[in-house]
Structure formats: structure tokens, C-alpha cells
């Protein structure tokens, strides 16, 4: 079983990451980078969490369908649709573009949590 400190760590790097590239492509890396940053790792950490939250690894065979395959698809397809409303919004380009890196953002923090959680012995499912 991959631990809690392992996946918080991962979806944070990929929080990070999608933070400094958001922001150094919207308007460099100053102190308007910060809040962009900190919200694209706090994001990336509960996401990368976000399995074992909904299903808390208490007991060996706790993996049902939040550690699926199955709920991957389910989330990457209502990331598009948000990402899809965002497109078609009022909002201002740049936080149009923030949200989405934060949906995407999420999608790849659960995406990481289900990968470290595959190269376990118990692995995960297709549709739990
Ligand atoms: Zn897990």
C-alpha cells in the first residue's frame, strides 16, 4: 500500500508544477505567481489523496470503485464538461485558465494516486 505522505507529496509536485507553469506563462513568476501556486498545490495534494479519503484504508481490500479505472473516466469526463463551461463563461481569461489548470490539476493528482496504488501488490480495479 503506497502511503498517505507518498501520495500528498506526488499530487503536490504535480500541483506545483501546473502552478509554476500556469503562472509563468499568465504573468511570470513575481509574487502574483504565489496564490496561483499554493491553490494549484493544495488542489494537487487533496487530490492525490481524494481515493483513500472517500475510501479510508483501514482494512486490506478497501480499494472499491474510488480506486477504479471506472471513476478515473467518470472524473476526466466531467473535467472536460467543467472545462468545456469554463470556455463558454464571462469569467476573465486569466482565471478562465486557472480553473481549468486546477480541474486539471485534480485529474492528475487522483490519476497519480491511482498509479502508485496499481505498482502494489493489491493493485486496483477497473470498475471497482
Ligand atoms: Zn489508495
Do not use: Q
Not at 506526488?10 to 499554493?38: C, D, F, K, Q, R
Amino acid at each position: 500500500m503506497a502511503r498517505r505522505t507518498e501520495h500528498a507529496l506526488v499530487g503536490a509536485a504535480i500541483g506545483a508544477i501546473g502552478g509554476v507553469a500556469y503562472s509563468m506563462e499568465t504573468h511570470g513568476l513575481g509574487n502574483n505567481a504565489a496564490p496561483a501556486v499554493l491553490a494549484s498545490v493544495v488542489v494537487g495534494t487533496i487530490s492525490g489523496c481524494l481515493p483513500d479519503l472517500l475510501e479510508p484504508p483501514r482494512f486490506p481490500g478497501h480499494r472499491g470503485v474510488f480506486h477504479s479505472i471506472l471513476f478515473l473516466g467518470v472524473l476526466g469526463a466531467g473535467a472536460s464538461g467543467i472545462i468545456r463551461r469554463l470556455e463558454e463563461s464571462d469569467l476573465e481569461p486569466r482565471l478562465k485558465r486557472l480553473y481549468a489548470v486546477l480541474v486539471v490539476i485534480a485529474v492528475l493528482g487522483v490519476a497519480s494516486h491511482l498509479v502508485l496504488d496499481w505498482r502494489t501488490p493489491m493493485g486496483i480495479s477497473l470498475a471497482g
